[in-house]
């Protein structure tokens, strides 16, 4: 395996677990390009290198693909980053394909997800009419493809698809397949409570 770049700065990818929560009051450089939330290097590896369209800023790693941070790990057959320049507002998106494994930590502990395809979105937006700004910005993380996430406190989802509004905090499905809840603190409790004596 070659390594095709090493990043300073985290590109897309690295932002499926940095926290990105304030509203900008103007267009700033989006998380796919800003530093991981601990700090330190994001580092992309392939086997059979990429294709880097500057112009576009578009950038793509072929075979075998691995992301690596503090945060989080990546790994996949294909990832397509893209991050273009807009006159209005900031989009970015990052697409993973192909075999892909995602762990990452958050304060439960390590979250393990598989799936045939993962696609990180983030957008600002501005609501105003020009020259105003009123800017909502947006961040979801969608798996699909057989998805399968266990999460650091061992409840596992089986749902297709798997979409993770990471701003709002809330995850959703259109399908519903299985939902396995422990009995960790927090989490549903699946026992039915005892019934109360009829009084007398």
């Not at 985290?10 to 929560?21: D, E, I, K, M, R």
């Not at 690596?68 to 989009?91: H, R, V, W, Y």
């Not at 192909?98 to 979250?111: A, H, K, L, R, S």
Request: with cysteine; charged share 20%.
């Amino acid at each position: 395996m070659r390594t095709i770049f090493i990043f300073c700065m985290a590109l897309g990818v690295a932002c499926f677990l940095a926290a990105q929560t304030n509203t900008p009051s103007e267009i700033s450089e989006s998380p796919a390009l800003a530093g991981t939330a601990g700090g330190g290097q994001t580092e992309i590896r392939s086997e059979k290198g990429g294709e880097f369209y500057l112009k576009l800023k578009t950038y793509i790693y072929r075979s075998n693909v691995r992301v690596d941070n503090s945060q989080m790990k990546l790994a996949c057959e294909l990832l397509t980053i893209e991050s273009p320049e807009l006159k209005e507002g900031k989009f970015n998106r990052a697409t993973a394909e192909t075999n892909v494994v995602i762990d990452w930590m958050d304060e439960n502990g390590t979250n393990h997800a598989t799936a045939d395809r993962a696609v990180y979105t983030y957008a600002i937006t501005n609501l105003a009419t020009l020259p105003e700004h009123r800017w909502q910005t947006n961040s979801l993380v969608v798996l699909s493809g057989n998805p399968f996430v266990t999460d650091g406190r061992g409840n596992t989802y089986k749902w297709d698809p798997i979409i993770w509004d990471r701003l709002n905090g809330v995850i959703s499905t259109t399908n519903m397949l299985e939902m396995k809840i422990t009995n960790a603190p927090g989490a549903f409790d699946n026992t039915m409570p005892k019934a109360k004596p009829a009084a007398k």
